[in-house]
């Protein structure tokens, strides 16, 4: 098994380059305020499809966008897509292992990730990075197709008193190849709404912690966390040709209520 090595400071600040970089990014999508860029797999290279996504949050300060990144229980109250969530165990004052499966568009399978997340503070935004890991108790599952999360994750930026950007930056082979379709849908309309959705949440969110355990952020108070620990010995890499690839080209979209939608990962 390949060894787990935690992002240091350097790692940190070469993902916030990325999400500012605009070199080699093609825009698909941008008005009111969000925006999505892409790139395609090469031909003849791995299924890894990179998608870089941007939403101003008039309203909404860097903080509580960053408790809301954090926060699972409400993670689960304003995600449509979430089929489960949680978190597994800590490794440290700032990383953590965790659980997430979502809703993909019909008629794809449903997919899940165990990622190791890691947090960081880097001239005042904040940056949360997380790549797919093995957990002995987190096999993949025969109801969902486990996805690897390559390098994935957010960055906060405050841009005033009451207000910030949030960018969405990931590189993650779905272990299939999916249909154009997908892709098309997922940048036109999925990513966009998914990311208001988020703006949404996060404007409510002050509101709903006062009334749900308000003092309770682990992720900013680690003495509070009631995770068991892991040790990083006890995780392994989760590369994408130990596990089964499915072709899914040749579905064709099926139409869906306008409340059932999907495809965005954690």
Known sequence: MEPV???????????????EADQDWQCRYNRDGVAVWGQLPSP?????????????????????????LHDADYRRKWDPN??????????NDNADVGYYSWKCPKPLKNRDVVTLRSWYVVDKSYVIVHFSVKHS??????????????????????????????TY???????G?????????SSQYLAPKMLK????????????KQEHNAPLKPWLHPEQSQLPTVA?????????????????????????????TSGSEN
């Open 5 to 19: 090595q935690l992002p240091d400071e350097a790692a940190f600040r070469a993902f916030r380059a990325q999400c």
């Open 44 to 68: 003849g290279a791995c299924a890894v499809h990179r998608v870089k996504c941007r939403v101003e949050m008039p309203g909404v300060t860097a903080a509580t966008a960053y408790d809301v």
């Open 82 to 91: 979430v089929i489960e969530t949680h978190d597994i165990a800590r490794i």
């Open 137 to 166: 108790k987190y096999p993949p599952r025969k109801d969902l197709v486990r996805a690897v999360s390559l390098w994935a994750g957010y960055l906060v930026q405050p841009t005033g008193n009451s207000s910030c950007t949030l």
């Open 169 to 175: 930056l990931a590189q993650v082979d779905p272990k």
């Open 177 to 185: 190849s999916l249909p154009k379709w997908v892709v098309n849908k």
């Open 197 to 208: 959705k988020m703006h949404k949440a996060c404007l409510k969110y002050p509101s709903w």
């Open 232 to 260: 990083l010995s006890e995780l392994a890499l989760q590369h994408s040709s130990s596990l089964e690839n499915i072709d899914e080209s040749g579905l064709n979209e099926v139409q869906e209520e306008r409340g059932d």
